[in-house]
């Protein structure tokens, strides 16, 4: 398990732990970020935000944001 | 069934954003729209009329959001409006190529007790994808009415209006079992239990007990004063017992929705097209070459933004300058005052006004483009390490864009920022870029006094305002509007074909906006700068504008600029272009007389003979400190008005203008100290 921040381009996993303010998990969780779903990231350079798909959908995400989510790496 | 009763029925239209909700808007109302604001609150809010059958119909457009909370403005608009409207049916618009995430919001409605009916949107894309959407299996699972559509296109369209017919007559219910989402949870029935048959709320119970689990202040409150203490205390035990409770919450509404979804969706292996969006968005996206075609299609935009804008004010320059000279050659026998008046004030005021106007629509045109097609959230990204070092987000990268353009612009596309401190900060922040007319006005006295030196000029000038971005910012961040700053979490829509219809409606209501707020501003601030400069021996040193530039040249020369600049300083509140046609008068150039005639355009002949006295007449340091004062004093009226209907504060529209005084100032009180060095 390892923060979504530290995903390289075309890994990915499943959605541990969330953690944060309340405010962040609002948003967070609207957009589709909660525990169990599928996440892959699609885009991760070394600055700026990350660009991951989950739920079918595109999201950009603050690095900050990422390293607050845990997420399980998927069996190759 | 006879319609007997003509009561207008409420529709009010739910949806997350990007998921066309203007689109079927647009569509059912078509030109009957009513665009204001919600009351009291700086979100737009869009409603229309349309009929079925007999029956008038009135469509309430709720902002766009992703759910329900009390945490944004948005967010409360459209849950009041639900819950106080009781509005007779409320369409809940979704993304069939992304509908995981888009019946959220759908699972949060369902609580609220209310008819409403699923619009399934873009069911081509979905298609395109492979999916294979069971309408009945969906219905049954959802417990509501679904409707597949495909908007852009108006499939499906009338069925939906049939529909809402049916719903809102009652011959369609909507299954309100909310407890289907939530009723095996063990947290649910337990707080349930302690709140139930107590709390008497224009919410219904089951809506009031999720929110408390989600820890929603607002529901907080009103529950701790309907329940006895002890009561309260079990129930913050309870509440207690999970980690966090929006996640719990959001957990099951997503288990919920992928459990229907199950059932009524078969993925068949996508036809995967190489689709020529994904190969752009590679390159969109790219940390190097999603820069360089940013670039490049912003220069694009601002020349494509002047080519929309040429017709408007390439016509009403020699319109009014035709309507000047008709009125000083007709109005003969009319006083003296009275065609100056005319000629010199009114004219040329409406003139420009109505030739920003042009430019404006050019701007806002090419921009909505741009967002329509999806491409704006990608600058958003791209942007977005740059932004944060200015201490904003990618969000805040559109507006300071535009401003580039037109200030106005700027200021009203602040509205897509999600948090009000991040908005109010890059509100004050976009006036401080320089739009296109006062580039104009800089070059042309910049060319003037320092030819080749020009280019190093901008260059400082451009890191001042990179300095001076930061400085606002962190003041701002520091003392006035302190907070956390929220990272960027924000959707990269599919990109689409830009749809005209949405866009075209969203550019009117802008430039109707301006409009309303900016040309009588404009016009009168044109006729006070005339009435104030008008003397009938046309000895404009005596006037009783030069008397108030006198007044404060002990403090003004001291910075290096003398009445004549000061005043062109002011008068450049109407438009920044205005400054010029003030220093021909105030220096006695070519003739000129009245200190808006410029703004038609004394013309090439005017300008050339501009350029030759004003350069013997003001010395360099003094014409740097213009410059630099120029390029950051306040902004036009039109901005001005535009940070108040935005910011609906005094304080603020105030406050920044004076900020931007200080700042102007001190700019080029420096610039001045330097120069005196330098020449």
């Known amino acids: ?51 991951v798909k989950l739920r079918d959908t595109e999201i950009a995400i603050g690095r900050g944001e990422a390293s607050k989510i845990e997420v399980k790496e998927a069996v190759k | 069934m006879t319609v007997t009763s003509e009561k207008t029925r409420i529709i009010a239209l739910a949806g997350q954003p990007n998921t066309g909700k203007s689109t079927l808007f647009n569509r059912l109302t078509g030109a009957k729209q009513h665009v204001g604001n919600w009351p009291g609150k700086t979100v737009e809010q869009k409603s229309g009329n349309f009929v079925i059958g007999d029956r008038p119909y009135q ?78 299996e969906l219905e049954k699972g959802l417990g509501i009415k679904v409707l597949p559509l495909v908007a852009a296109k108006g499939e499906g369209v009338l069925e939906f209006l049939s529909a809402i017919e049916a719903v809102a007559d009652k ?52 529950i701790q004063q309907k329940i006895s203490s002890q009561e309260w205390n079990k129930l913050f035990t309870l509440l207690n017992s999970v980690e966090d409770g929006q996640l719990h919450a959001a957990g099951l509404r997503y288990e919920w929705i992928s459990n229907v979804l199950s059932k009524a969706v078969k993925k068949q292996e996508a036809v995967e097209k190489k689709s020529r969006g994904k190969r752009f968005d ?10 360089v075609l940013a670039v490049l299609i912003m220069l694009f935009s601002f020349g494509a933004a002047m080519i929309v804008a040429l017709p408007v004010m390439g016509g009403m320059q020699p319109l009014g300058k035709f309507l000047v000279s008709a009125v000083n050659s007709g109005l003969t026998s009319a006083p003296q005052w009275f065609v100056s008046l005319l000629a010199d004030g009114l004219i040329p005021g409406v003139s420009v006004a109505i030739m920003m106007l042009g430019y404006i629509f050019g701007v806002y045109l090419v921009f909505s ?32 864009l535009m401003s580039f353009g037109c200030n106005i612009a700027g200021v009203t596309g602040t509205r897509v920022i999600d948090t009000w401190q991040q908005r109010m900060v890059t509100l ?54 302190p907070g956390e700053t929220s990272g960027l979490i924000m959707e990269l829509p599919p990109y689409h074909k830009p749809n005209w219809k949405t866009i075209f409606g969203h550019v009117w209501v802008q430039v109707k906006s301006f409009f309303k707020r900016a040309v009588s501003l404009i016009a009168i601030l044109s006729v006070v700068t005339w009435a104030l400069s008008y003397r009938a021996d046309g000895n404009m040193d005596l006037s009783i504008l030069a008397s108030i530039g006198k007044f404060f040249d002990p403090v003004t020369s001291f910075l290096g600029l003398d009445w004549r600049l000061f005043i062109a300083l002011c008068a450049a509140m109407i438009a920044k272009e205005a400054a010029l046609s003030v220093i021909a008068v105030l220096y006695g150039i070519g003739g000129a007389t009245s200190i808006t005639s410029f703004l038609l355009g004394g013309a090439a002949a005017g300008h050339a003979e501009l350029a030759s006295t004003i350069g013997s007449m003001v010395n360099p340091a003094s014409a740097l400190a213009f410059i630099f004062a120029f390029f950051f004093t306040v902004p036009c009226i039109g901005t001005v008005a535009s940070i108040y209907s935005e910011s609906k504060s005094l304080k603020w529209t105030f406050g920044s203008s004076l900020y931007y005084i200080v700042t102007s100032l001190i700019a080029g009180g420096i610039a001045y100290r330097v120069g005196l060095l330098i020449f």
């Open chain 1, 1 to 51: 398990m390892k923060s979504l921040d530290l995903f390289a381009s075309g890994e990915s996993g499943i959605i541990e732990k969330i953690s944060g303010g309340g405010k962040f998990l609002s948003r967070a969780t609207a957009m589709g970020f909660t525990p169990e779903a599928d996440i892959s990231v699609i885009r991760n350079g070394r600055r700026g935000p990350l660009i």
């Open chain 2, 59 to 136: 469509l309430v457009d709720l902002p766009g959001t992703y759910s329900l909370t009390a945490n944004s403005i948005e967010e409360k608009i459209a849950r009041d409006f639900i819950v106080d409207e009781q509005p007779d049916v409320v369409v809940i618009m979704a993304d069939a190529s992304q509908l995981e995430r888009s019946l959220y919001l759908l699972a949060e409605i369902k609580l609220l007790n209310v008819p409403s009916v699923l619009a399934l949107n873009m069911m081509d894309v979905a298609e395109e994808q492979g999916k294979d959407i069971n309408v009945e």
């Open chain 2, 171 to 222: 011959e369609i219910k909507t299954d309100t079992k909310a407890d289907s989402i939530f009723k095996d949870d063990k947290l649910f029935n337990s707080v349930k239990s302690v709140i139930t048959g107590k709390i008497n709320s224009i919410f219904p119970e089951d809506w009031m007990v999720i929110k408390l689990i989600e820890g929603d202040a607002e529901v907080y409150g009103e």
């Open chain 2, 282 to 291: 590679k390159i969109a996206t790219h940390p190097v070459w999603g820069k």
């Open chain 2, 369 to 400: 483009l741009l967002e329509d097609v999806g491409y704006v959230a990608r600058l958003a990204y791209i942007f977005d390490n740059s932004m944060t070092k200015l201490g904003l987000h990618g969000k805040s990268f559109m507006p300071l």
């Open chain 2, 428 to 481: 004050v922040m976009v006036s401080i870029v320089p739009c296109a007319a006062l580039w104009a006005v800089i070059s042309f006295i910049g060319t003037i006094f320092f030819s080749a030196a020009m280019p190093f000029i901008i260059l400082i000038l451009l890191v001042i305002m990179v300095l001076h971005l930061s400085l606002t910012s962190y003041l701002l961040r520091k003392f006035v509007v």
